[in-house]
């Protein structure tokens, strides 16, 4: 009979859920304010039952929330790398660099002992991905166990859990400054618009991931198992004109809004403008994902690709 491997991991006392990283990003927006409107006394019945976290609700772009856009400046989801947050900052640098200090200062600093114990950054894609979760491990046994308990939880939306592999030093995205930390992304939502299944699936995911909390940290103990992981392998532009550097194609029909639908090496990637179809000349099935992402046009992604790997959990329980 095979045994769980177990691992003794310290109480979520300071959990953060921050919306509103990109301001047009609107299920976070709203659900954070929401959040922050629920009756304490509500809070503090569940407290009763199980042993609380302290809960902190963080709109993270001020700013580019009040008008609307994604970023003031610059994208402040990529402004927490360790350069950014502890080099030298100038008082005329961007926003949203100044902005991640202040939340550094909040949340963490990064990389310590005092940084907050969990940080859910909330996001919305037009992509057609469903409820992700993109973090920076594969084998952090927390974000691991999140993720299965949605699995578990909410069956009405597919779920899947993103590994981008990426050092602590080099993570640059605001879950990077909590001990542990990810991305729920939900999508496909336009931005600056709120669609309400949308909504509720981010609001129905936060509750679970805050009842899972609050069970860890009551005692109770996690079984092993094995959970799906989508390690990102690559990103792929499109295709454009040498000279003016101008888009030449979209994403194929066949292909639109099959995220996380095995692509082969030949099957339709592209389709010109003149209308000629162009195949993916990889040497490998990958799964696609972030695909035709309205955001990611100025990044010059077009897609990402992924291998997935079959992840064995560790049995888990508060020391």
Known sequence: ?????????????????????????????????????????????????????????VLSNPRAIQQGQRYVDTDLNRCFTHAILNGPMLDTAPY????????NGMLGPKGSPEAVDLV????NTTANMGLCLIAYSDCDWICLHIFRHLQVSQTSIPLRYI?????????????????????????????????????????????HMLD????????????????????????????????TQNITAAIHPQLQDRDFCLLHPGDPLFQTFSGETLTYK???????FFINECAYYEKGIALSLARRKREKLFLVFKG
């Open 1 to 57: 009979m095979e045994v769980d491997e177990v691992v003794c991991l310290p109480k979520l006392s300071r959990v953060a859920v921050c919306g509103g990283t990109h301001g047009n990003e609107l299920s976070g927006v709203y659900l954070v304010r929401e959040l922050v409107k629920v009756d304490k006394k509500a809070v503090e019945k569940k407290a009763e039952e199980e042993e609380p976290a302290s809960v902190l609700m």
């Open 96 to 103: 949203e660099m100044i902005r991640s200090r202040e939340l």
């Open 120 to 123: 859910c950054d909330l996001h």
């Open 163 to 207: 590994h981008f592999d990426v050092s602590n030093k080099e993570s640059y995205s605001l879950d990077s400054v909590g001990k542990h930390g990810f991305a729920m992304e939900i999508g496909a939502q336009p931005h600056s618009v709120v669609r309400s299944n949308i909504y509720t699936a981010m609001k129905l995911g936060v509750q």
């Open 212 to 243: 899972w909390v609050r069970s860890f940290n009551s005692g109770r103990i996690f079984e092993g198992g094995f959970v799906d992981v989508f390690t990102m392998v690559k990103h792929i532009d499109y295709p454009r004109d040498s000279e």
């Open 282 to 288: 990889g040497h490998q099935p990958l799964y696609p």
